[in-house]
């Protein structure tokens, strides 16, 4: 793998700035991506020095890095209402709209974020854009709707991909489904809109657009961190 230390500093100094949000006795959602498991390492060292926490992990590689740094982990039908969620994004924008994706987790991750008072995303430099796009939107659909929904997305402008794994085999998510990466430009100059004709189609799972979700953005860099919030209410 290829070290890139500024980046990885921008990711560090992003999941200290975050970590300064977390109060003993928190409920919290906890994402899945590089930048998210910074987070969870420098987490678990508060919680061996003593801060009392309690997570929803949004992947299974991220329940297992918890168990392993010794972060007590619930599940939301112990714990359907959680106080913070911590994740990281691919992209996002003015707007704090967001893809989310790369890493497989979209469906655990907007089903946790929609749980949580409060979302922040840790991110560094790169993934902020003016338009969403440029990173491929990936969406979670079951296997027998692949054809059909590759056929509309490309009525949408989008070149559609099935993602495979490192084997060259089609890559299942943690729920047993697929996930097509859809590339759009960048030019999703609407993606409210977009995000309303994907959800409605059969055999959609889930798509990688978090609209209106996004509470704040912590932007990583290699000398400290920006926090950038919008006044949005709605919550999709």
Not at 167 to 194: H, Q, R, S, Y
């Amino acid at each position: 793998m290829t070290e890139n230390k500024p980046q990885d500093q921008a990711k560090r100094n992003a999941a200290e700035a975050a970590l300064a949000h977390v109060k003993d006795g928190m409920r919290l959602g906890i994402g899945t991506g590089s930048t998210a498991a910074i987070f969870v390492d420098l987490l678990a060292a508060r919680v061996k020095a003593g801060l009392n926490v309690v997570g929803v992990p949004t992947s299974e590689r991220t329940a297992q890095q918890c168990r392993e740094r010794g972060v007590q982990l619930t599940t939301l039908d112990e714990t359907p209402e959680l106080d913070l969620g911590i994740d990281g994004a691919d992209e996002f924008d003015p707007e704090l709209n967001l893809i989310k994706g790369a890493g497989g987790a979209l469906l655990r991750e907007k089903i946790v974020a929609s749980c949580c008072l409060k979302f922040i995303v840790i991110a560094d430099e790169t993934k902020r854009v003016p338009v969403l796009g440029a990173f491929d939107l990936p969406v979670e659909v079951i296997q027998m709707a692949a054809t059909p929904i590759t056929q509309v997305i490309a009525g949408y402008g989008g070149t559609v991909a099935l993602r495979r794994d490192r084997w060259g085999e089609a890559f299942i998510t943690d729920e047993n489904n697929i996930i097509l990466d859809c590339a759009f430009g960048p030019n999703i100059k609407d993606p409210v809109t977009l995000a309303h004709n994907l959800s409605g189609l059969a055999g959609m799972v889930e798509h990688g657009l978090f609209i209106g979700m996004c509470d704040e953005v912590i932007v990583g860099k290699t000398d400290g961190f920006e926090s950038v919030v919008t006044n949005r209410k709605d919550r999709l």
